[in-house]
């Protein structure tokens, strides 16, 4: 029997995305076990969240996945005009659709990216890095941000698209199809030394999906049928026809063709919001003090990276009194230790890398 | 006495160094590939057109580092092994024929020479692993002694098919044996070879000895300034070496066709060839795993490898060649 051996992976590393601290006992190249260690990014949200006015947690709310802050709004404005009891103008609800499906192909691009770098794949991580310039760029027209965009707002959107913004969409939606899907199949699907490091690994059955609380492409990806916006439908998502991305798999390579297919079904969602937008407002009536009556709320919303839950408590002033941010990447991190135990140093890389956590997310 | 041997052996020793060194332009050749590759351009601002002078000035750079040595680690390991490393790059170029007289010193047993000299590099990768003190870098010094053999036998194997057809070790007989090249009569063997190459030199799809995502930079983790600027020149000249010694066993080395072009662009043209190859593969796939590394070495290449010896014998029973 030989000593085992502990390694510190992170919170310097090059491929724990960000300041994830894994401590892994190892055996050789087997993983004997890996236990994340979190809160380098901690900026105590919540609690800053609890001095602050309903309209300026908005911003703060950007902050936490800031991969994908367009969602994490949206989650935010939901649970604020639940608790207010506003009425948001359906162009408004449209444009919201817009943007959050955008946010996810733009998270999945990134993900997709760093997921094939962490397999040494370097050039899939500039193609995938072009592709959301596109998006980012149609995130500038119309917020004038590129990655913290404060664009929801409690009641509806701070500005109008116009048609050049509904013109670039188009243009990007028609090059997404037709170039960029066809083109990372031929980059990295088919690819056999890809699917011999995907396949097999990092497996999480159905049941562990329940035991640790996985939401999204996690959950798919090991054929449980949770997504959102199919489930219990938010905002307009009932009025658009779309299919749930969902593998049996399991493992690596199922995460990663429901992520693919979820850009594709997110491309139809586009497509269909931008043909029936509405015409009118696209902010409601909303008082100029919010003040909200005392109670509590719960909202989800199906975040690109799982089930993303705001949960406020009012005791009736313009402050929330506690803000409880239930991140899907804090949950997913969880199940690291679960998925890759007995497995080798290499696929630690490539599991935690299909789990798709954002520290900003999992410390908040 | 003669004076001109000696002079003459000086000067080809010289020239051989002053390639060697003129390699180090791939770093740039590679940076500019890899931007084409990525849809991007690659060094644009050091030297007109281009930036052509971008390895100067990484030289520069890593010329005016500091030297650290960590205080936990052995410290002659550590120091020697970037020299270990740069040594057997230099010493393949010896045997290896860039025309019919270009050659420093045509050994008797050439191949033998370059199979021993290359293997070497190993034992650099493992003292810098083992010296550095740290738990990456030893991990990949594991890594790259347990891959050693596995591609290592299929690469001999697949060596001894080309000295069986040409009947010599010499390289120079080799090449001159190829008036059809190899490759047509033994493609097995060349890709046995290509593959095995590539692992020898540790680049993706099998840097498994330094695998940035997984171990930072494995076996040279803890190295910055000449001695990691070391490890990279010698990948470089391996690169290069491994280029020519495909060209020299299977594509015939210095040797034309068509165009009437000195012998010595010929060799230069093939050997670049697979150079961009090399790159192009690096740039193109995912890294393998440890075991996978093993299982291809062991499972394929090998079998292909014998299977390929088998060939070449009945070849020269049958067609007497």
Redesign the interface.
Known sequence: MTDTMHLNMGPQHPSTHGVLRLMVEVDGERILSAKPDIGYLHRCFEKTAEGLTYPQVLPYTDRTDYVAAMTNEFAYVLAAEKLLGLEVPARAQFIRVIMAELQRMANHLVWFGTFALDMAAVTPFLYAFRDREKILDLFERASGARLTYSYYRIGGVRKDIDAEFVRMAREFLDYFENQVLPEYHRLLTGNRIFELRTQGTGYISPEQVFAYGLSGPMARGSGVAWDIRKNEPYSSYDRFDFEMALATGGDNYARYTVRIKEMAESARIIRQALDGLPEGEVMGKVPRVLKPPAGEVYVRIEAPKGELGVFIVSDGSTKPYRLKWRAPSFSNLQVTEAATRGEKVADLVVTVGSIDVVLGEVDR | MDWWPLLWSIIKALLIVVFVLANAFLIWVERKI?GR????LGPMRVGRPHGWAQTFADLIKLLSKEDVVPGTAEKWLFLLAPIVAFLPALLVYMVIPFGPTWVVNDLNIGVIFISAVTSFSVLSFFMSGWGSNN??SV?GA??AAAQLMSYEVPLVLSMIAVVMLAGSLSLNDIVKAQSIPFVVLQPLGFLTFFIAAVAELNR??F?LAE??????AGYNTEYSGMRWAFFFLSEYANTVSASAIMATLFFGGWRGFLLPLPPVVWFLIKTYIFVFIIMWVR??????????LLNLGWKLLLPVALLNIAWTGLLGLVFKI
């Open positions: 890899a590759f990525q849809r991007r738990k990456y991990m594991f890594r993706t799809p840097d695998a940035e995502s997984e171990l930072v740039w193109t796939l995912p890294r393998v795993r440890i075991d996978q």
